[in-house]
């Protein structure tokens, strides 16, 4: 349980609700980048229309879920549904900013897991929508993670924080590259995405070495359950059958550092 007064004497129940609503605005955020990147466009400029109609959407129907559950899941203009992969974000978003304040150890620890869920989330879902890491946002979880490290071992053992932190970026990436290779290899054919081994870099350095197997084997679980459910609606699975990898690490790592904290 998360002791608030480590660092603010704030009742938990505000900083719950407030990480909700921010973590939901973030969502709402995440929702248009999921859609805005892929095309290129500018993810912090343009107004933000309905994908149907392409109906300025006035600021009373941009409240994350609310708005949602008020239109019943329909643009009020032309009748169509709206994208649900938006309100999932919305949704993920205020999980993201309001459990770390139940089961995180401390403030520091749930502030830095907002952090790291959001982009995450956002990660997780351009790979699972896009089968897409962009670089970009992989150097940008890489180094929030570099700089949460060091700011947290600013007050004592800076130096064996930040080995096992670049201990585990190294082994990160170094186990899926190394797959990648002998896949490659073996079959003549990429058999991983190339941004999965940065990613799981990127995650080493939040969550360390031991992190980093712990995510693995909690990435390689989901995938086996993401199989059977697969199988359960009739869709067929086979060898070459893509999952997103990069949705399946992002999901077990982000569980793992708040109930764990830093590696």
Known sequence: MLQTDTLWLVPQWVMIAGGGILGALMGSFIGAALVRMPQGASVVFGRSRCDSCGKVLA????????????????CRACGASIDRWQTGAEVAGLLIGALPWIFAEDALVALCAMLMGWQLLLLGLLDLKHLWLPMRLVGALALSGIVAV?????????????????????????????????????RGVEGMGRGDPPLLGAIGLWLGPLGVVEVLLGASIAGILAAVAMMAMKREVAGDTVLPLGSLLACAAWPLFVLQGFG
């Open 59 to 74: 600021p009373v129907e941009l409240v994350p879920i609310v708005s949602f559950v008020l239109s019943r899941g329909k």
């Open 150 to 186: 060091a700011g947290l071992g600013w007050a004592g053992d800076m130096h064996a924080r930040l080995f096992a932190s670049l201990t585990g970026g190294v082994l990160g990436w170094g186990i899926l590259a190394a797959v990648s290779f002998a896949y490659r290899r073996t």
